[in-house]
């Protein structure tokens, strides 16, 4: 199978400051890798995905980060707001079995005002 | 708003009843998914739909029975549940092909009483 490792558990920071959130995965032959993120009462939501031939992506606040070679991919949010504030999933998926999502084990991050 | 459309968003049911979960998307997505969310918990696989057939049955009881009627439907049908299957139910669709993502809906939160 696959294993995915995601930390810290919480995080909190004040408005403006950057957010880094970091996952491990166990199986080379992990290559697709989306984050989610689940507000209150809602279900995820994808906010960033990577690709394994890709290092690095990004889309205004956020950036994910890709190291195959140390089996790890972090998730960075730049002048973080109180709407950031929520749980937030990395995941991994194989090409072999591209319909099963390995999930970290969530997130909660707190933007305080 | 999410494109995953699921109904009821609440249902109070008692360990004798019978219900269904209904779970509608549009995207013209060929794999279709349910997933199972304790709280604090990332989502739990249930089932996976590829091109209306089942291809993933994660060793689900079988009080969960799924159906896919067409590529735009899928239900849950739940029948003689126990009170540990209250959680949050999440249905996710995706293309069906590799490296996409899974679009999920808001779920349904069920009580077993």
């Known amino acids: 199978g696959e294993n995915v490792e995601q930390h810290p558990s919480t995080l909190s920071v004040q408005e403006g400051d950057s957010a880094v959130i970091k996952c491990t995965y166990s199986d080379s032959a992990s290559n697709y890798f989306p984050w989610y993120k689940q507000e209150l009462g809602k279900g995820p939501q994808l906010i960033i995905d990577i690709r394994s031939n890709v290092g690095e992506k990004k889309d205004q606040r956020i950036a994910v980060t890709l190291n195959k070679t140390a089996k790890h991919f972090s998730l960075h949010i730049t002048e973080t707001q109180p709407e950031d504030s929520a749980v937030y999933f990395c995941a991994a998926s194989k090409r072999t079995d591209f319909n099963k999502f390995y999930f970290g084990s969530g997130t909660k991050l707190n933007v305080k005002p | 708003d999410t494109e995953v459309t699921q109904t009821p968003k609440h249902l109070v049911m008692g360990m004798t009843n019978k219900k269904s979960l209904k779970c509608e998307q549009h995207?013209?997505?060929?794999?279709m998914y349910w997933y199972k969310q304790k709280a604090k918990k990332p989502p739990e696989l249930m089932f996976v739909y590829s091109y209306e057939k089942l291809s993933i049955n994660e060793s689900v009881p079988s009080r969960f029975s799924p159906e896919c009627p067409n590529s735009s439907l899928l239900n849950l049908h739940l029948h003689a549940l126990q009170p540990e299957d209250s959680a949050l139910y999440l249905c996710a669709s995706s293309p069906g092909s590799q490296d996409q993502p899974q679009h999920f809906g808001d779920g349904t939160r069920l009580s077993i009483l």
């Open positions: 995207m013209g997505h060929r794999a």
